[in-house]
């Protein structure tokens, strides 16, 4: 079988209080949806390896995945390449303040006022277009990531107790400290668990286990010059937007190579992430090594904030945490596997919010006008709403402020909403 490639394998907020809405809308949704929709629940379809190239002892989907699991892989290096295609309208550049959004908080960048090192805006660029990454550890106590731009760079290094985030065109410096042992960058800071690496995306896909899932094992194949076999995950439900996702698992030392999502309206992957290079050698020492340059403007973050867990939490859990980091009152998520979706109250009522000159998403007169451009108006039981449209993540807002939003059909949004009233 000719090695997996990124283009070739992809079948698959009148007022304060208004404008919060809008924020925490844009703060919630995404996280619980776009990164949580990986991390739905499998069950387990055994199934032996087709035979393929490399030529690979044959194993059970139960078997790599335990393989998964018991990887400990500590000492790495490596590119990973990743490709983000959710299908978003072209907002002029409010689509990035909405995703910036979404992970502000106190002493964050998010809210405009921090430092363009901080790693809690910076890694959610990763939601949307292509981006190369170099990657780096050795142990639980090293890491960096790197992230390329056109004639500039943003790294992220954990070393010990500090964390440091660099930009270098702002020349910039974010420093936080994180207790020894937090694990890779972004665990422990401020960008908590935004995912970046093919394991990242694997471990939330494969957190739990449950029956609404096919998990087969198809295959085998090279990435990075490495063996792998491949793991297919598809949902059995219907309703849902996910086509299937595909792992590649290095048979060697059982960490994900690649992750790919597919969307089950085809055409290219939504999410497609995998190493270009590897090599599980130890890194040398400098490479975890920082110290702001001269002249650059440092920036003290909030230090010792430890970061919830990887991995999906069970739903009462995903409720109250997400509840109670924001103040949405009814936070819940309904449904179960890939059906789930996210619900809560906005405290908006008449539909879509409005907007003011010198309001915070750049004076737009008829906010509600304008996004409502791009949503599919629709009535049901529930009364009327506007769904928006991603080719993984749907949302409905009703009119009369309630949101409900999941990798889920425009039609499994309405019906949920209707059993709600």
Not at 221 to 236: F, H, I, M, N, T
Not at 292 to 313: F, I, L, M, N, S
Request: aromatic fraction near 4%; hydrophobic fraction near 35%; glycine fraction near 16%.
């Amino acid at each position: 079988m000719a090695p997996i490639d990124s283009d070739d394998n992809t079948t698959a907020g009148e007022g304060e209080e208004l404008r919060a809405g809008r924020r925490k809308a844009a703060r919630y949704v995404v996280p619980v949806a776009v990164m949580g929709v990986a991390a739905a629940t499998i069950g387990l379809v055994p199934a032996l390896a087709d035979s393929g190239d490399p030529d690979l002892p044959k194993v059970t989907a139960e078997q790599l995945i335990e393989k998964i699991a018991k990887s400990d892989v500590e000492q790495m290096s490596g590119t990973v390449r990743i490709n983000t295609d959710l299908g978003l309208p072209d907002l002029g550049g409010l689509e990035s303040g909405l995703l910036s959004g979404m992970s502000a908080g106190p002493g964050s960048g998010g809210d405009g006022k921090g430092s363009a090192a901080d790693p809690s805006a910076r890694l959610t660029e990763l939601v949307s277009g292509s981006h190369t990454l170099r990657v780096a550890a050795d142990g639980p106590d090293r890491q960096k990531l790197s992230l390329l731009e056109n004639a500039a760079e943003y790294s992220l290094v954990h070393n010990g107790d500090d964390v440091w985030g660099y930009d270098s065109r702002s020349n910039e410096v974010y420093h936080s400290t994180a207790p020894a042992g937090e694990g890779r960058p972004g665990k422990g800071t401020p960008d908590k668990d935004v995912p970046a690496t093919p394991k990242d995306f694997a471990e939330q896909a494969l957190k739990a286990v449950d029956d609404t899932t096919s998990v087969t094992v198809h295959g085998t194949a090279q990435v990075a010059g490495r063996d792998a076999y491949r793991l297919v995950v598809e949902p059995k439900q219907d309703g849902s937007t996910v086509g299937a996702i595909t792992v590649a698992v290095d048979a060697e030392t059982g960490m994900p190579l690649k992750f790919t999502l597919t969307p089950a309206s085809g055409g290219a992957a939504v999410v497609d992430v995998g190493f270009t290079k590897v090599s599980f050698a130890k890194p040398d020492a400098s490479t975890f090594d920082f110290t702001p340059p001269k002249g650059a403007k440092v920036t003290e973050g909030d230090t010792g904030a430890k970061a919830p867990e990887h991995g999906r939490p069970a739903e009462g859990d995903l409720a109250a945490g997400l509840d109670g980091a924001g103040g949405l009152d009814g936070l819940k998520v309904i449904g179960e596997g890939w059906n789930s979706i996210a619900t809560f109250d906005t405290g908006a009522r008449g539909g879509l919010p409005t907007g003011s000159p010198g309001g915070d998403l750049g004076g737009l007169g008829d906010l509600g006008g304008f996004l409502g451009s791009f949503g599919d108006q629709v009535k049901g039981d529930f009364g009327s709403g506007t769904v928006f449209k991603t080719r993984l993540v749907n949302a409905l807002i009703t009119d009369d402020g309630k949101v409900y939003a999941g990798a889920v059909t425009k039609d499994a949004l309405v019906k949920a909403a209707d059993a709600a009233q």
